[in-house]
């Protein structure tokens, strides 16, 4: 199915992008079908070319091949204009430590030429509560503050497309929380967002998840889509000296992935049989070296048990590096 | 306890040395991963080598002559055959008129400008020792001195062969010909008035390409590069937002330098401010883009600093500054003709000292503008728009 520009109802909308970097490529023939007006999680380990792909989107780099439009527009050669309507949050603090909270607030809007600056940051500086330090430096701030600062500065323009770039990496739980409530607010009234994340619950608080791993989309869909489609089934072992058994349950053949999250051991496989042998041997174990019992319970796969296995399905980094 | 606690903190001197050398082994691959500064380490001091070895000469020779001739004859012959064979003057000119002589000096095009009067030969061979004019450009003090003071020997050797018999009295003392010359434009040959002019360009040079050579290295190292490439900005509008600051801080340093010259060092002022101003901005615009285009190729402040100092160098080397430009090399001249400091020494020192008009340095005006044109072109194709 090939989609061209008139399909309004995408915001983006790229086939096959390719990026290389000197010989090794970082991302690898992606497709993305997003439609306007969503929020979607863009998860993978570090590396896997999320942001690559996301700097591609808004034309900061040109792909090796593939194409695609972003807002109805061809991202090779219309950067200009996307970049008038999207919103872009960087990994990296990219605002200027050196200026003050209003002065890079003030500076950014003249760079899309807002009529009405200084009304326009004011309300800003409101709807931030940094009413009473809008004099101070941008680098003085914490990290929450910050993240809060950027993502006010890079939605002063109104845009139709937000893509936030690791937002709330090493951000405390209730500045996450607040951060996302702002992401949702921005939905609400219209913004179609993109955010890339390494945090489970994040990902639960978007419409649909899209999985990298090694430059390829390994998976995309809803939550529940993703946990489904995997067809992983998972057991949920439960006692004091659980994590004792790890070692042993590594050499086990039968369990696609082991974790130990939340005081259980998850293992998990896409074959429920294997999996009950290895329970059973486990017993048998516990028994013939005196260790504290186990309780095993089947459960339904959580996201991150999905991940863990994604990614180890996935397997080695193929890639080349250098 | 207290033995172990004691042997513990103890250092002993290897551990020592293995930390050193940790250190060292660090340093070492970091040195060797940063090619460009690698390259500066050992680019640098070749150049200053060969500048200073083989470009550099204080003794300059072969400087253009201008020659104006009322009065043909064997004798004149002589004495400008005289010249040519003395190494320090190069007759390169026959004017037609005495004004002539006078334009090519002011232009710089001549080092010097002879004049030989209607019946110079007669009043020779009556022993009546005429005079012979030689007009010097000596704004710069150091570049005409031994030419000046060799002048004499040069004219009675070169005649020595022809006042033989009748006229061998003539050999005698005092010398047959009275040499006048006139040291125009600084005959007073200080040195500050030739140096302070000069100066106002290495300020400028120096202070506004390393300072805008950071412009966007900055931006690259902070991070805040892909930001400002995410925002609907175009090159051409980031380099000329960025230079413009530079040009008030240029305007200043030259109020304050030009201040200088007059009220501490007594440096005369014969030309039009005007012609200065006009002078002094397009330079200021020069380096100011040479400083973006090297912030368009250097990844970190240090590079940018690297290269600021890699055109620095020549700059004050080549460019007449230090040395007589005449003084140098042929290959050292054309390297020096490319850099910027060059012709803006040229019409700064022709507007002070020389009272010309900008116009009458117009090969130097267009030689800036041209390296102006080039450097931006270069510094826009630069500019990445993307992070590639």
Not at chain 2, 39 to 55: E, K, N, S, T, Y
Request: charged share 15%; glycine share 6%.
């Amino acid at each position: 199915m090939i989609r061209t520009n008139t399909d309004q109802t995408l915001a983006i909308n790229v086939k096959g992008l390719v990026k290389d970097f000197d010989g090794r490529t970082v991302v690898d023939n992606i497709d993305i079908q997003m439609p306007k007006g969503q929020v979607w999680g863009f998860l993978g380990p570090n590396g896997s070319g999320k942001t690559t792909t996301i700097r591609m989107i808004c034309g900061l780099l040109k792909p090796t091949a593939g194409s695609g439009f972003c807002l109805g527009h061809d991202i090779i050669t219309e950067a200009a204009i996307i970049k008038r309507a999207t919103g872009y949050m960087t990994q990296k603090f990219s605002f200027w430590a050196d200026l003050s909270i209003r002065e890079n607030l003030e500076f950014v809007g003249r760079l899309y030429n807002q009529t009405n600056l200084k009304r326009l940051v004011n309300e800003t500086l409101e709807s931030l509560g940094l009413e009473h330090r809008q004099n101070q430096l941008a680098g003085t701030l914490s990290g929450g503050w910050k993240q809060r600062l950027a993502l006010a500065a890079v939605t002063m323009h109104q845009p139709q497309l937000l893509l936030l770039d690791e937002p709330t990496a090493g951000v405390d739980p209730q500045a996450r929380r607040d951060f996302w409530d702002q992401i949702h607010y921005f939905s609400d009234q219209g913004m179609t967002v993109l955010v890339s994340t390494h945090y489970m619950d994040e990902a639960e608080r978007c419409d649909q998840i899209v999985y990298l791993a090694h430059g390829q989309l390994i998976t995309q869909g809803s939550v529940m889509d993703v946990i489904k489609q995997s067809g992983l089934l998972t057991f949920k072992g439960t006692g004091s000296y659980v994590r004792q058994l790890i070692p042993w349950l590594k050499q086990q053949t039968g369990i696609e992935h082991i974790a130990y999250f939340g005081n259980a051991l998850h293992i998990s496989s896409t074959d429920l049989s294997s999996l009950s042998q290895v329970i059973r041997r486990s017993q048998m174990y516990i028994a013939d070296h005196n260790l504290e019992s186990v309780q095993w319970q089947q459960v339904d796969p959580s996201l991150e048990d999905t991940f863990i296995a994604l990614m180890t399905k996935s397997g080695e980094d193929q890639r080349k590096y250098r | 306890m207290k033995s172990h606690q004691k042997g513990f903190l103890r250092d002993s001197l290897i551990d020592q040395l293995s930390r050193v050398s940790a250190i060292l082994r660090k340093e070492f691959i970091q040195m060797i991963r940063d090619k460009m500064t690698f390259a500066m380490m050992l680019v640098i001091p070749l150049m200053q080598l060969l500048l200073f070895g083989f470009a550099i000469n204080t003794d300059p020779k072969h400087l253009p002559t201008a020659i104006y001739i009322e009065d043909h004859s064997p004798l004149v012959r002589s004495i400008m055959r005289g010249f040519s064979v003395s190494d320090y003057y190069q007759i390169v000119h026959q004017s037609v008129s005495p004004q002539e002589n006078s334009d090519l000096l002011a232009r710089g095009e001549v080092a010097f400008a002879v004049h030989f009067p209607v019946g110079f030969t007669d009043q020779l061979i009556k022993g009546e020792r005429p005079t012979l004019l030689i007009e010097a450009d000596a704004s710069d003090p150091s570049a005409s001195s031994q030419a000046i003071s060799r002048v004499h020997e040069i004219v009675n050797q070169s005649l020595q062969h022809d006042l033989t018999g009748v006229l061998s009295n003539l050999q005698t003392q005092p010398d047959p010909v009275i040499v006048i010359v006139h040291p125009l434009y600084n005959p007073e040959g200080k040195s500050q008035y030739n140096i302070v002019p000069g100066l106002l360009g290495v300020i400028l040079t120096m202070t506004l390409v390393m300072i805008t050579s950071m412009a966007m290295t900055r931006e690259a190292e902070t991070g805040t590069l892909e930001n400002l490439l995410a925002m609907p900005v175009k090159p051409l509008e980031v380099m000329m937002g960025k230079i413009l600051p530079y040009v008030v801080v240029g305007a200043i340093q030259t109020t304050v330098v030009l201040l200088a010259a007059k009220y501490i060092f007594w440096v005369p002022f014969v030309g039009h401010m005007f012609h200065l101003v006009i002078a002094v901005m397009l330079f200021i615009i020069t380096n100011l883009s040479l400083g973006f285009t090297f912030s368009t190729i250097a990844r970190t402040q240090m590079q940018a600093m690297q290269l600021t100092f890699f055109f620095f160098l020549p700059s004050i080397l080549l460019s007449g500054f230090m040395f007589p430009f005449r003084g140098m090399p042929e290959w050292a001249q054309i390297i020096g003709e490319i850099l910027p400091l060059t012709h803006f020494l040229r019409i700064i020192r022709g507007i002070m000292l020389k009272g010309n008009s900008i116009s009458e340095h117009q090969p130097d005006v267009y030689a800036l503008l041209i390296f102006t044109l080039l450097i931006m072109l270069i510094a826009i194709k630069r500019y990445r728009q993307t992070l590639d």
